[in-house]
Each structure stands twice: as structure tokens, then as C-alpha cells.
């Protein structure tokens, strides 16, 4: 080890005096005398042999030489704080960067998230939507919500939310003007399907209402997110596969309708994932508690 290293304390007092720019105030930032101060900068020129600091009026002004050592000094002092920040858990008051998917933030969580506020006005929740949410030590998500599946990555810890069926869903109008009294009449409707929803099939879903399509051609319309299909059948276009997060309040309010009550079952079962080596352990455990409280309040409402 390169013997120099030995006088890190007195670099301490460098970048100090460096940054204030006098001596009598590094001393009292860091708790000594100004004599203190000065001593310690004498011993570091010395080791060094040459000159960090000259005196100019009431002030100490860097040399050349101790410009170059301050910025490289300064710059480590800043990778050490770095890495005191990376292993020391961080207090619940900070900032949370939770990642879920378009339809769930922007129907479910969105709407409750003022409740999470209130409960803990210190913690500043940053919403990111994506189709597939992850969640990793080094990156900026803290929390992936989502229908998440089976991962091999032991760090990752995954929390359970909720799971509910699926059903077709459509607007008041097409129902009474398509005469929808019995599961076959939706092949004659435009059938919306997400491009990337593994949990739903009408193929799966006529299956069950005992339906024979008989490899019929269905008129089908794919969306990139459920609730882009939602908006789109509350205009009275087609025909949508919901679920109660996602549909439930346009069903209490008249704007779309379950043609049939029939549901495919297991249906989509949200989670929350978070890494087990996280520093903001503490906002994750409240916010993960909050999301339950809500996820059992939606389930038995």
C-alpha cells in the first residue's frame, strides 16, 4: 500500500479548507482548532513536498498542485459517500420508484395512491409504467407490481397481492343492440385481446360458456394494454376481456356491462417484487403493507 495513504485524515482537512477557503472555517466544520487545521495541512506538503496552500489577504488559495490534488480528492470523497449510501439502509422518508404496468397504475393503483400519501407524507412515490416491470439492486425501480411469474433469482423477494377472474365486459349499447342473450352472440362482435396477455383466450373463454366456434374466425382487435381495449368498448366498440380492478368502477357506473357471468379462472394474479438487498428496506416494507391493505379491501368490497 502506498505509504502516503496513511495521512487520509489529514486530506480530510484538505478538501475542507480547499472547498471553504480558509482554515479557521474548515476547523470549525470539522471540530478543531484552526491550529489544528494548519498543522495537519503542513504535515500533508511535507510528505508530499510541495506546496498545497498560499495565504492571499485573509484567504488560503490552492497552488497548482493542490488544485489537481483537491479535484481528485473531492472526486473520491464523493465515490466513498456513494458507497456508505449503497450498504446503509435509508430511513422511510425518501423517494420510492415503483414500475407496474399502464393498466394497473393508471385503474387501480393511481386512484388509491393519495391513501399511501396521507399515511406517510414523507415518502415521495415515483410511478414508471412498463409492460413488463423489473426490479433490480443497481437499478432506479425499488418495486415491479405486476402478473408476475416464476423467477430463479434468489435476491428477489415477491409479495402476493391479489388474484381475480376474467370476463368479457361491453358497453350497455352493444349489448342491447347486438341482443346479447346468450354467450354465441359475441362471435358476431369485434373480440378485443391484448398482444401480450397470457391469462385470457376467447378460445378458452367460448370453451367454457359450451360454444362451438368450430374454427370459426373471430373479428379481433390487439391491444398493446387492457385499458386501451377498456376505452375503446366504453365508445361501443367490441367486445374487451376485465376484471374488477380494471373494469369494476365502469361496471358500477353504468359505463360498460358483463354480458355473461362467465369468468376464466385461474385469472390474473398481480405481485409486488422488490430486491432482498435493497437500502430502502423501510419505504419498501410500508408500501408493501399499504398494497396489501388495499389488494384485501378490493378483494372483499
Known amino acids: 500500500m502506498d505509504?502516503?495513504?496513511?495521512?487520509?485524515s489529514n486530506l480530510r482537512y484538505l478538501e475542507a479548507a480547499a472547498r471553504l477557503g480558509s482554515y479557521?472555517?474548515?476547523?470549525?466544520?470539522?471540530?478543531?482548532t484552526q491550529a489544528?487545521?494548519?498543522q495537519k495541512l503542513r504535515q500533508l506538503e511535507v510528505e508530499l513536498g510541495c506546496k498545497l496552500f498560499i495565504r492571499k489577504g485573509r484567504d488560503m488559495v490552492l497552488t497548482a498542485e493542490g488544485k489537481r490534488l483537491y479535484e481528485k480528492v473531492s472526486q473520491a470523497f464523493e465515490i466513498i459517500t456513494e458507497g456508505l449510501n449503497a450498504t446503509q439502509p435509508e430511513p422511510i422518508a425518501g423517494v420510492l420508484s415503483v414500475a407496474t404496468t399502464p393498466s394497473f397504475a393508471s385503474r387501480w393503483l393511481m386512484p388509491r395512491l393519495w391513501k399511501f400519501s396521507m399515511e406517510y407524507p414523507e415518502t415521495l412515490i415515483r410511478i414508471s409504467s412498463s409492460i413488463k416491470p423489473k426490479v433490480g439492486l443497481a437499478g432506479e425501480v425499488d418495486i415491479a407490481i405486476g402478473e408476475v411469474g416464476s423467477n430463479d433469482d434468489s435476491s428477489l423477494v415477491r409479495e402476493h397481492l391479489f388474484d381475480e377472474p376474467v370476463f368479457p365486459?361491453?358497453?350497455?349499447?352493444?349489448?342491447?343492440?347486438?341482443?346479447?342473450?346468450?354467450?354465441?352472440?359475441?362471435?358476431?362482435?369485434?373480440?378485443?385481446?391484448?398482444?401480450?396477455?397470457?391469462?385470457?383466450?376467447?378460445?378458452?373463454?367460448?370453451?367454457?360458456?359450451?360454444v362451438d366456434i368450430n374454427k370459426r374466425a373471430f373479428q379481433c382487435m390487439e391491444v398493446e394494454t387492457l385499458d386501451m381495449g377498456l376505452n375503446a368498448v366504453i365508445a361501443g366498440h367490441g367486445v374487451c376481456p376485465?376484471?374488477?380492478?380494471?373494469?369494476?368502477?365502469?361496471?358500477?357506473?353504468?359505463?360498460?356491462?358483463?354480458?355473461?357471468d362467465i369468468s376464466l379462472l385461474p385469472g390474473v394474479e398481480y405481485s409486488a417484487v422488490y430486491h432482498s438487498g435493497s437500502i430502502r428496506k423501510s419505504r419498501i416494507s410500508v408500501f408493501i403493507k399499504w398494497l396489501k391493505k388495499e389488494a384485501l379491501i378490493h378483494q372483499y368490497k
Open 169 to 210: 365486459v361491453c358497453s350497455p349499447e352493444l349489448a342491447n343492440n347486438m341482443k346479447l342473450t346468450e354467450p354465441k352472440h359475441l362471435l358476431d362482435c369485434w373480440l378485443i385481446k391484448g398482444i401480450r396477455n397470457h391469462h385470457f383466450s376467447w378460445e378458452e373463454w367460448f370453451q367454457k360458456a359450451n
Open 242 to 260: 376485465g376484471t374488477d380492478s380494471l373494469a369494476g368502477d365502469f361496471i358500477e357506473r353504468g359505463l360498460l356491462v358483463k354480458p355473461f
Open 24 to 32: 479557521s472555517k474548515a476547523g470549525y466544520e470539522l471540530c478543531v
Open 36 to 38: 489544528a487545521v494548519s
Open 3 to 8: 505509504k502516503r495513504l496513511h495521512y487520509l
